[in-house]
């Protein structure tokens, strides 16, 4: 069974910058799209940014365009999260996701345990 580590997370002051990284334990992320996501106290999880991983295409939301960088490295089988000019509402647990849907149309899921981004004000 594959599973989703998360690193990279901690305490940052506003307008800091932190780097998150996933990596896939026992097995590839080729052929997968891998997303952030995270869930502040009391809110619904939201999506943060996603890339191919084979392509390198990347989609990201509104709220953090131009602050945060979603990028892969294929010799590493990772995937990074750069985050900068961080805000106190950038304050989540921040979830790594495979996802890919086989040719026969088999779903497969996978999701991280999470990594604590705290922004002081």
């Known amino acids: 069974q594959v599973q989703l580590v998360e690193s990279g997370g901690g305490l940052v002051q506003d307008g800091g910058s932190l780097r998150l990284s996933c990596a896939a334990s026992?097995?590839?992320?080729?052929?997968?799209?891998v997303g952030w996501f995270r869930q502040a106290p009391g809110k619904e999880r939201e999506f943060v940014a996603c890339?191919?991983?084979?392509?390198?295409?990347?989609s990201s939301a509104d709220s953090v365009k131009g602050r945060y960088t979603i990028s892969r490295d294929n010799a590493k089988n990772t995937v990074a999260l750069q985050m900068s000019s961080l805000k106190p509402e950038d304050t989540a647990v921040y979830y790594c996701?495979?996802?890919?849907?086989?040719?026969?149309?088999?779903?497969?899921?996978?999701w991280g345990q999470g990594t604590q981004v705290t922004v002081s004000s």
């Open positions: 026992g097995g590839t992320f080729i052929g997968y799209i």
């Open positions: 890339i191919s991983f084979d392509e390198g295409i990347t």
């Open positions: 996701n495979a996802d890919r849907l086989t040719p026969l149309g088999y779903r497969q899921n996978y």
